[in-house]
């Protein structure tokens, strides 16, 4: 065997070389062709689009006999492609002059050259075709859903609104975002191989889905009702604000929630944000008289007093604490009773005295003050009650009277629930059920006791002294309704002035909590008036008010009147 020369081995091995390069050239196209062609496709696909996120569609909302409190309507919005657009300057006083807005603000947007940019969202139909007609290269409409309200300014600050993003911002839209919103969509816009949008080919669209459907447990009739009475009031005594609630005190469902002044979620951009706020839930006030409930049974309940015992009333005028506490009238002897329904100031201290400060207190907390309520809405105000430490002197007869204390309508109404219901503090709740898209229940919700406040017996006590108070002899008589027993108790508040902080000789608030009927109670309604004008006792002006609700619900909702009642026996024996 001959040797190669080195020369020609150096020429073999270079050849060899560039073989296995070659070669391996090859195997490279082979797998760009075979195994990468998928992801190249992918990233040259994500290199000619530009997604943009579209909210999904909320779910509706309706009341409890199924009516459409919330729905969606489609609505156009704007947007630009900047890229396309040449003339920015030209166009960006066009733009503004249709919108009627600032068109500086539209230039700034179209600066640069984004690929999509919002011009206007949610605008008119007949806007958006203005726009249209202006025949603008690179502007476009793109179809969203926006929530719609059809009820108007009817149980606003309850349902709340949803923002331009179909977020909800307040009321039982923000409460219960995360299952009235659907899940997002996109709006895919293509673009050329060097980076431009292709505007001809347009977007394409995949749908965002729907939300849940929720079922309130509110009436939309009782709830005009409350309402309709509420303006009444309102331009009768030329009140700051009133709030009414109408609640089941066996399950604690609320029926009505009504405040004023009102407001159009349909139209919040041009409302005042202070109109949003539902005082209902959010703002405490001292209750006076109507906390007289709490003292009262706190007493019968620790056996500190009965219903027949008696109390001097110091003829309406008594010194405690380097103070003087005053009576509306001039009263002598009142026994336990008496001292409710003509709720002299002066037997109720009397009568938490025979308490000492930790009892009080204690019922106070057991009867949901100082705590939220844990009803199903954001923004809930726990109110005020000071631990007894923090007491001074005269706390004790204050808190007695329901001074020195701040609670909110919603908390008084579930407090005197538990006396209508038997003793048993129920959640207040909104919200009945949740189904989804195809109107399938996926959730119910159920009556919920939060703990016991006082046996069955001391609720009947007071409650049978709570139906005196609705007589002739008591202060609610004005809330009296033909054929029907009612339970209730007036409330005449003063305010602090804000300047002095001493209790002020003129601005008041009235309130009226009321049961019906007394033997089987169906509703407990709440009337809180702030700062009526005239005569403003709680007996004169806020009594009426629940008179009127009380009777159009109790004929709503099929009860009779008890001479009715008794016709119906007749016959059927």
């Known amino acids: 065997m001959r040797l190669l020369s080195g020369s020609t081995g150096r020429i073999i091995i270079a050849g060899a070389l560039v073989a296995i390069g070659f070669l391996g050239v090859i195997v490279r196209l082979c797998t760009l062709q075979v195994v990468e062609a998928t992801e190249l496709s992918k990233r040259a696909e994500r290199q000619h ?341 923090y007491w001074s002197g005269r706390s004790l007869a204050s808190i007695a009277i329901g001074q020195e204390v701040a609670v909110t309508p919603l908390q008084i109404v579930t407090a005197v629930s538990s006396i209508a219901n038997g003793g048993m503090l129920m959640r207040p709740h909104l919200v009945s059920e949740i189904r989804d898209a195809n109107g399938h229940v996926v959730q119910t919700f159920f009556p919920e006791v939060r703990r016991h406040t006082v046996s069955p017996e001391t609720a009947g006590q007071m409650m049978n002294i709570l139906e005196g108070t609705v007589s002739k002899r008591g202060t609610g008589e004005k809330a009296t309704i033909p054929g029907y027993r009612v339970a209730g108790k007036t409330g005449t508040a003063q305010k602090i002035d804000p300047v002095t902080r001493q209790y002020s000789m003129q601005d008041t608030v009235s309130s009226f909590v009321g049961i019906v009927p007394a033997e089987d109670p169906r509703i407990v309604v709440l009337v809180v008036v702030d700062n009526p004008k005239g005569l403003a006792w709680g007996g004169t002006v806020a009594a009426p008010v629940f008179r009127n609700i009380a009777e159009q619900v109790l004929r709503y909702l099929g009860v009779p009147p008890r001479s009715q009642e008794r016709i119906v026996l007749t016959s059927a024996g």
């Open 49 to 389: 689009e530009k997604s943009v996120t579209l909210e999904g569609e909320r779910g509706t909302i309706f009341d409890r006999k199924g009516r459409i409190l919330a729905t969606n309507v489609e609505v156009p919005s704007l947007y630009a492609i900047p890229s396309l657009i040449s003339n920015r300057k030209a166009v960006a006083p066009e733009l503004g002059r249709v919108l009627r807005s600032d068109y500086r603000s539209i230039l700034k947007r179209l600066e640069g050259n984004k690929n999509f940019v919002w011009i206007e969202r949610k605008v008119s139909p007949a806007v958006a075709q203005s726009v249209m007609e202006l025949g603008i290269e690179g502007v476009g409409i793109l179809n969203e859903s926006q929530r719609f309200y059809p009820k108007r300014n009817l149980m606003g600050h309850l349902l709340g609104f949803a923002g331009v993003d179909n977020q909800g911002l307040e009321g039982i839209e923000r409460a219960y975002n995360k299952l009235l919103q659907g899940e997002k969509g996109w709006a895919v816009v293509e673009r050329d191989a060097f980076g431009h949008p292709i505007f001809q080919k347009g977007l394409d669209y995949f749908a965002p889905s729907r939300g849940k459907d929720m079922v309130l447990t509110i009436d939309e009739v009782i709830q005009h009702i409350a309402e309709t009475e509420l303006d009444a009031v309102m331009e009768q005594t030329l009140a700051d604000d009133a709030s009414v609630i109408v609640m089941d005190p066996k399950t604690g469902e609320i029926l009505a929630m009504a405040v004023r002044p009102e407001f159009n979620p349909n139209r919040v951009e041009s409302q005042h944000p202070e109109l949003w706020r539902n005082r209902a839930v959010t703002d405490p006030y001292e209750p006076g008289s109507t906390y007289k409930i709490i003292t009262a049974s706190a007493a019968l309940e620790e056996h500190v007093a009965n219903p027949d015992d008696i109390f001097y009333c110091e003829e309406g005028r008594m010194a405690i604490a380097g103070g003087v506490i005053r009576d509306h009238e001039k009263e002598g002897y009142l026994t336990f009773r008496e001292v409710i329904q003509k709720s002299s100031n002066i037997g109720m201290i009397k009568i938490a005295t025979r308490m000492d400060e930790e009892r009080l207190y204690r019922y106070s907390r057991a009867f949901g003050f100082g705590e939220k309520s844990g009803i199903d809405l954001e923004g809930e105000s726990p109110g005020m009650i000071k631990e007894p430490r």
